[in-house]
Nanobody
Framework: QVQLQESGPGLVKPSQTLSLTCTVS??????????WAWIRQPPGKGLEWMGV???????VYSPSLRSRISISRDTSKNQFFLQMNSVTPEDTGVYYC????????????WGQGTRVTVSS
């Protein structure tokens, strides 16, 4: 059974950098064909796909965010990370990590989400 757990700060000041960690257990982030995603949901809005890192380490980002986010990983710890620079209050929301088993933008395992508030 694959489990994902998000961790990171719940409060970030505007203009600062948000850094989140997704810790994966029960499966490897290097399993063939998988991609590992960050998805967020602002209050009262729908899910927004942010980006992924593939099992081989390739990344793809949402065009609306690519200028200020990066996704990386530590395979020895079975973790992957989100870094988002220059945050604003519009970045407030619940952030999820999730597994895409076939790189087709469908996700069979999700973390529980972590709430991030951007505020002074």
């Amino acid at each position: 059974q694959v489990q994902l757990q998000e961790s990171g700060p719940g409060l970030v000041k505007p203009s600062q950098t948000l850094s989140l960690t997704c810790t994966v257990s029960g499966g490897s982030i290097t399993t063939s064909d998988t991609a590992w995603a960050w998805i967020r949901q602002p209050p009262g809005k729908g899910l927004e796909w942010m980006g992924v890192i593939s099992y081989g380490g390739n990344t793809v980002y949402s065009p609306s965010l690519r200028s200020r986010i990066s996704i990386s990983r530590d395979t020895s710890k079975n973790q992957f990370f989100l870094q988002m620079n220059s945050v604003t209050p519009e970045d407030t929301g619940v952030y999820y990590c999730a597994r895409d088993p076939r790189q087709d933008w469908t996700y069979n395992y999700w973390g529980q989400g972590t709430r991030v508030t951007v505020s002074s």
